[in-house]
């Protein structure tokens, strides 16, 4: 059974600070494909990256960038330069193609919090 | 930019009242998903469609449920609101294609007293 956890619960920085947040994944499949959601005081949860388990490049976008790592099961998410519209919680997700029907399953999530 | 719409965005009912939470997305998207979120943050999954006319239960056993009789438009149904059935609910969509993102609307956040 596919499984992700996020170790993090809570984490508190100063702005302009760099922090990473943890995402361990377990599945039996080969092909499957991890995301990075955010969630925001508001509710809604925004869409921030998918990665399919045969690309193992690391990607940038601006401040944000992510490291996938299959030897260890890790997909973890790097903010640099924290700002205080980064507080939110961040949920890291999986989704196995054959085994579980497309569907998604969640971390328990990380709630940043970036103090000014 | 997902265009995916819940409501009401709150909702504060009695218990034994029925409910519908609508969700509606202009995306053309064949698959649709509900969540709940418990208080401690964490999502479960607990009905999903793959098109019109087609309805599953999902991982988190449920007493709500739902019906897929138009593409656009995926509500959720609670026949009788208790207190356990507080919580936030999200509404999402996909495409039918395999490992694709969800498009997640604002969600619903109910209050049965």
């Known amino acids: 059974a596919q499984k992700v956890t996020q170790a993090q619960t809570e984490i508190s920085v100063v702005e302009k600070e760099d922090v990473t947040l943890d995402c361990v994944y377990e599945?039996?499949?080969?092909?499957?494909?991890l995301f990075w959601y955010k969630q925001p005081p508001s509710g809604e949860l925004v869409f921030l990256i998918r990665r399919n388990s045969f690309d193992e490049q690391n990607e940038i976008s601006g401040r944000y960038s992510w490291n996938f790592q299959k030897s260890t099961s890790s997909f973890n998410f790097t903010i640099t330069a924290s700002q205080v519209v980064d507080s939110a919680v961040y949920f890291c997700?999986?989704?196995?193609?054959?085994?579980?029907?497309?569907?998604?399953?969640f971390g328990t999530g990380t709630r940043l919090a970036v103090r000014p | 930019e997902a265009d995916i719409y819940q409501t009401p965005r709150y909702l504060v009912i009695g218990t034994g009242k029925k409910i519908t939470l609508e969700c509606s997305q202009t995306?053309?998207?064949?698959?649709m998903y509900w969540y709940q979120q418990d208080p401690g943050m964490e999502l479960h999954l607990i009905h999903y469609s793959y098109g019109v006319n087609s309805t599953e239960k999902g991982d988190l056993s449920s007493e709500s449920t739902v019906s897929r009789i138009r593409t656009e438009h995926f509500p959720l149904t609670l026949e009788s609101a208790r207190p356990s059935h507080t919580s936030q609910y999200l509404c999402?969509?996909?495409?039918?294609?395999?490992?694709?993102?969800?498009?997640f609307g604002p969600g619903t956040r109910l209050t049965v007293t």
């Open positions: 997700a999986l989704s196995e193609a054959k085994s579980s029907g497309d569907k998604l399953t």
């Open positions: 599945t039996r499949d080969t092909t499957y494909y």
């Open positions: 999402a969509s996909s495409e039918l294609l395999a490992g694709v993102e969800q498009y």
């Open positions: 995306m053309g998207h064949d698959k």
